[in-house]
């Protein structure tokens, strides 16, 4: 059905919330008994509103076997793009970008929502259920059962930073077919409304992360708002290129990436890809079919995306790719391998931090030792006897260790004795309390025991 909006500035708001109880009662009703729509709308002329509603297609009407009502999925762009509208995501649509096999894109106007008023955003409706493609109900991983992560789990998946272990996909595959089972789901428009809702939570944990994702804005029901990615066109209409291998090492440095987060785009291919004509940057769209990499079909669905990146840059452009960088094989390891580097990088400045700390404060500890050494000589008495003068003398610096006291290097000597004798009491004293603390549960380990009737070996 044509995507037109010119009737939803002339609709009240009866009208709207005569949809909206269409809308609830299709969570049980394939259509809505008439007497149910009244009752969930509670508007008075709810007939009237209906009947005008038919006029504009935007419900449609059954009379057989009963009086009944069902959303149409222009009724169903009205609801979105009103509630879009009213959070001052879009103030107006403009002309259709493109279109494919399951969803259709416009150019759009923003609201008063964002910092720059009048901006120019991308709105994706999602149109699952056409006839070119009817095979999402068995095909996309979120129609499984309990496999379909939420919201904050896609964001929890996104905010990995290594892939898991292969053994940890093998127990993953398992409980995954344990537990899969297939919804029986017939509604379209719910199936398009989960689509959108996956699409735009990976939108946003991705681009959280930094990756070269379209900015995400504002989403409802089955409409995705995001930044408009100026100056760009997908890659399938491009015929030149001036840096090839550039292009490509972006690709492949998002599918490692892509790797790392524990995920697959799964239709990664010239249609999804959009390049800048001016800095040949590389933007990756169309997310709804993101598979996590405990999926059973993941690695062959990563082995597909890479296989079509190389397939097509070697035929348009003549490129010649080594098959061993570009195997699900080299991405994994390589994924794993930067993954213990940083963890490993992250511990070593861990330490470095701790060390630094630590002779810092023996720095400290040593330098005013070494002042007292330096100015009193040990005795508490001859404080009394510096002069004000001397006594507002400034400390001394680290280099001046080396320099030799009144009293020769012995005095430096001492105060380093002094320091180390310092620590090692408190070493012993920590251990001791270690011990103790042993000994504690040791015994109430035995008392339990006892009164259980059980001897204690």
Same mark, same amino acid.
């Given at each position: 059905?044509?995507?037109?909006?010119?009737?939803?500035?002339?609709?009240?708001?009866?009208?709207?919330?005569?949809?909206?109880?269409?809308?609830?009662?299709? /969570?049980?009703?394939?259509?809505?008994?008439?007497?149910?729509?009244?009752?969930?709308?509670?508007?008075?002329?709810?007939?009237?509103?209906?009947?005008?509603?038919?006029?504009?297609?935007?419900?449609?009407?059954?009379?057989?076997?009963?009086?009944?009502?069902?959303?149409?999925?222009?009724?169903?762009?009205?609801?979105?793009?009103?509630?879009?509208?009213?959070?001052?995501?879009?103030?107006?649509?403009?002309?259709?970008?493109?279109?494919?096999?399951?969803?259709?894109?416009?150019?759009?106007?923003?609201?008063? /929502?964002?910092?720059?008023?009048?901006?120019?955003?991308?709105?994706?409706?999602?149109?699952?259920?056409?006839?070119?493609?009817?095979?999402?109900?068995?095909?996309?991983?979120?129609?499984?059962?309990?496999?379909?992560?939420?919201?904050?789990?896609?964001?929890?998946?996104?905010?990995?930073?290594?892939?898991?272990?292969?053994?940890?996909?093998?127990?993953?595959?398992? +409980?995954? *077919?344990?537990?899969?089972?297939?919804?029986?789901?017939?509604?379209?428009?719910?199936?398009?409304?989960?689509?959108?809702?996956?699409?735009?939570?990976?939108?946003?944990?991705?681009?959280?992360?930094?990756?070269?994702?379209?900015?995400?804005?504002?989403?409802?029901?089955?409409?995705?708002?995001?930044?408009?990615?100026?100056?760009?066109?997908?890659?399938?209409?491009?015929?030149?290129?001036?840096?090839?291998?550039?292009?490509?090492?972006?690709?492949?440095?998002?599918?490692?990436?892509?790797?790392?987060?524990?995920?697959?785009?799964?239709?990664?291919?010239?249609?999804?890809?959009?390049?800048?004509?001016?800095?040949? *940057?590389?933007?990756?769209?169309?997310?709804?079919?993101?598979?996590?990499?405990?999926?059973?079909?993941?690695?062959?669905?990563?082995?597909?995306?890479?296989?079509?990146?190389? /397939?097509?840059?070697?035929? /348009?452009?003549?490129?010649?790719?080594?098959?061993?960088?570009?195997?699900?094989?080299?991405?994994?390891?390589?994924?794993?391998? &930067?993954?213990?580097?940083?963890?490993?990088?992250?511990?070593?400045?861990?330490?470095?931090?701790?060390?630094?700390?630590?002779?810092?404060?023996?720095?400290?500890?040593?330098? &005013? +030792?070494?002042?007292?050494?330096?100015?009193?000589?040990?005795?508490?008495?001859?404080?009394?006897?510096?002069?004000? +003068?001397?006594?507002?003398?400034?400390?001394?610096?680290?280099?001046?260790?080396?320099?030799?006291?009144?009293?020769?290097?012995?005095?430096?000597?001492?105060?380093? *004795?002094?320091?180390?004798?310092?620590? +090692?009491?408190?070493?012993?004293?920590?251990?001791?309390?270690?011990?103790?603390?042993?000994?504690?549960?040791?015994?109430?380990?035995?008392?339990?025991?006892?009164?259980?009737?059980?001897?204690?070996?």
């Amino acid at each position: 059905m044509k995507f037109d909006a010119t009737h939803l500035r002339h609709l009240e708001d009866e009208h709207f919330r005569v949809l909206t109880a269409v809308e609830l009662g299709m /969570r049980n009703h394939e259509q809505v008994p008439t007497e149910l729509l009244i009752a969930l709308s509670g508007v008075r002329h709810a007939r009237k509103c209906a009947a005008a509603l038919l006029k504009l297609k935007l419900v449609h009407h059954d009379s057989v076997p009963f009086d009944s009502y069902r959303l149409t999925t222009l009724g169903y762009d009205y609801l979105a793009l009103r509630a879009l509208r009213e959070r001052g995501s879009v103030a107006a649509v403009g002309s259709q970008l493109g279109t494919g096999k399951e969803s259709d894109v416009f150019v759009v106007v923003g609201g008063e /929502r964002e910092e720059e008023p009048g901006a120019v955003y991308a709105l994706k409706v999602h149109r699952l259920g056409r006839t070119c493609f009817r095979t999402a109900r068995s095909k996309r991983h979120y129609q499984v059962t309990g496999a379909a992560p939420l919201e904050r789990e896609i964001e929890a998946q996104a905010e990995t930073t290594a892939p898991p272990a292969e053994s940890q996909l093998a127990s993953w595959r398992h +409980a995954y *077919h344990a537990a899969g089972h297939r919804r029986k789901v017939t509604n379209w428009l719910y199936l398009s409304r989960l689509a959108a809702a996956r699409e735009f939570a990976y939108l946003r944990a991705l681009h959280r992360r930094g990756l070269a994702v379209p900015e995400p804005i504002d989403a409802n029901r089955h409409c995705v708002v995001m930044r408009l990615v100026q100056r760009a066109e997908p890659l399938t209409q491009v015929h030149q290129l001036r840096q090839p291998e550039r292009v490509l090492q972006q690709l492949r440095a998002f599918v490692l990436a892509l790797t790392r987060c524990g995920l697959v785009h799964g239709d990664l291919n010239e249609f999804n890809v959009l390049v800048d004509g001016e800095r040949e *940057h590389v933007t990756v769209i169309d997310f709804p079919q993101m598979l996590p990499l405990h999926h059973p079909d993941a690695q062959q669905m990563l082995q597909r995306d890479l296989d079509a990146i190389v /397939r097509f840059f070697a035929y /348009r452009f003549g490129m010649e790719m080594n098959g061993d960088d570009w195997s699900t094989e080299a991405i994994l390891q390589q994924a794993r391998r &930067e993954a213990r580097v940083d963890a490993h990088g992250e511990e070593e400045e861990e330490e470095e931090e701790e060390e630094e700390a630590d002779v810092a404060d023996v720095e400290r500890r040593v330098a &005013e +030792a070494l002042q007292r050494e330096r100015w009193h000589g040990g005795n508490d008495h001859d404080a009394a006897a510096l002069s004000p +003068a001397e006594e507002n003398t400034p400390e001394w610096s680290t280099a001046d260790w080396a320099r030799p006291s009144d009293s020769g290097t012995a005095g430096v000597c001492t105060v380093a *004795h002094k320091v180390h004798t310092e620590r +090692a009491k408190q070493g012993r004293r920590l251990g001791q309390r270690r011990v103790g603390n042993r000994n504690k549960d040791r015994a109430r380990r035995k008392a339990v025991a006892q009164a259980s009737g059980r001897l204690w070996g």
